[in-house]
Structures are given as C-alpha cells and as structure tokens.
T-cell receptor, first 112, second 116 residues
Framework: AQSVAQPEDQVNVAEGNPLTVKCTYS??????LFWYVQYPNRGLQFLLK??????LVKGSYGFEAEFNKSQTSFHLKKPSALVSDSALYFC??????????FGKGTRLHILP | NAGVTQTPKFQVLKTGQSMTLQCAQD?????MSWYRQDPGMGLRLIHY???????DQGEVPNGYNVSRSTTEDFPLRLLSAAPSQTSVYFC???????????????FGNGTRLTVT
C-alpha cells in the first residue's frame, strides 16, 4: 500500500534555530512531492514541491526541502525559525497519475 | 477568480440524516478530491475523480458517495450520517494535463460537519 509517514506529531524549536520536519514515503514509481501548511482555523496552503533535478527545493516563507531518493525522504527545513512559522505541516505525494495522499501532519511550535 | 468553493461552511446533522456537501472549481481542473481532517489523523482521502464521469475510492470511502457529471462540480453525499462522520471536510482540485501532474492542489475553505 502507498503511504506517507511523518514520524513526529510535534516539533518544538526555539526562535532563530534551524528546523526540520521529517517526511518519508512508500509509493511506486517516481512520485511528485509536496509540502503544505495549515495555520489555525485556515485552509491548506501550498509551500513547495519537488521537480526532478536539484535535490534541494526552495519554497515560500523561506522554507526549503531536501529530497533523498535512496532514503525516500523529503524533509522540510528552514535555517532560522520564526514564531509565525508555528502551524500544522503536511507532506503529500502523488505517484502520477494517481491520487494524492497526505501524511498525518506535524505540529510545529516555535518558542520565543 | 473564485478557485475552489465549498458550501456550506458549517452544518449540524442528526444521526441518520442525509446531506450533500457542494464543491465547485472554476480552473478547469480535471482532478478533484475530497478529504476529511480529524485530530491526529491528518488528511484522509475519501473519494477522488480524474475527470467527468470518472470517480474512484480513496482511503475512507464508506458512508460517502460522489459523482462527477461536469468538470466543475464534485459533490459529496452522506447517505445516513453517523457521529463518526463528524469532521472537517476539504475539497481540492488540480490539473492533470501534460506538465500539470506536479501542480499543487487548490483547496476549498472547508466544511465543518457535526453529527449528533
């Protein structure tokens, strides 16, 4: 079965420190990979996606993600966390042309 | 540009009642989908469609029906509501044409459903 795993329910990071939110996947073929963010009482917003090529992808709000094919991982990173980054983050995969499936989400708390 | 429009925003049902959650998009997207979001469970795919007349089941399809008679609309029907269907429901769409498979999902604002 195809699946997406976000092993951490919650990640706490001090403001100004680097952050990493982990994602691994198990799907057939070469999927497209995405990160979305959900702020409190809001819908989901697209952050970034992986397109074949450079393994480090840059997205919105200073976020980036590192793709590792051998480890089937797509970890979200940011060099310096802001309190405003506190939100729920979802990793998603799309094995073309199939359905898009999401991980369970990771709640990110940035501590002032 | 309206994007993905979901109605209603809030709904309270009694057990056994039926209802339809509406979803419409104006971006000519072939792919449309319904997710439910529950605490600790993330986003779970209910049903999806890759074009008019084509639907398929996702991870949690039981208790829900869908149809796709037009490209624009993808309604979700609850046949006989149960308390376990209390959740926030999101409709989302994306392109599927050449060069579009890696395009991100566009989400509606969600419907908060409570079944008592």
């Amino acid at each position: 079965a195809q699946s997406v795993a976000q092993p951490e329910d919650q990640v706490n990071v001090a403001e100004g420190n680097p952050l990493t939110v982990k994602c691994t996947y198990s799907v057939s073929g070469n999927p497209y990979l995405f990160w979305y963010v959900q702020y409190p009482n809001r819908g989901l917003q697209f952050l970034l996606k992986y397109i074949t090529g450079d393994n480090l992808v840059k997205g919105s709000y200073g976020f980036e993600a590192e793709f590792n094919k051998s480890q089937t991982s797509f970890h979200l990173k940011k060099p310096s966390a802001l309190v405003s980054d506190s939100a729920l983050y979802f990793c998603a995969v799309r094995p073309p042309p199939d359905k898009i499936i999401f991980g369970k989400g990771t709640r990110l708390h940035i501590l002032p | 540009n309206a994007g993905v429009t979901q109605t209603p925003k809030f709904q309270v049902l009694k057990t056994g009642q039926s209802m339809t959650l509406q979803c419409a998009q104006d971006m000519n997207h072939e792919y449309m989908s319904w997710y439910r979001q529950d605490p600790g469970m993330g986003l779970r795919l209910i049903h999806y469609s890759v074009g008019a007349g084509i639907t398929d089941q996702g991870e949690v399809p039981n208790g829900y029906n869908v149809s796709r008679s037009t490209t624009e609309d993808f309604p979700l029907r609850l046949l006989s509501a149960a308390p376990s269907q209390t959740s926030v429901y999101f409709c989302a769409s994306s392109g599927t044409g050449t060069g579009e498979l890696n395009s991100p999902l566009h989400f509606g604002n969600g419907t908060r459903l409570t079944v008592t």
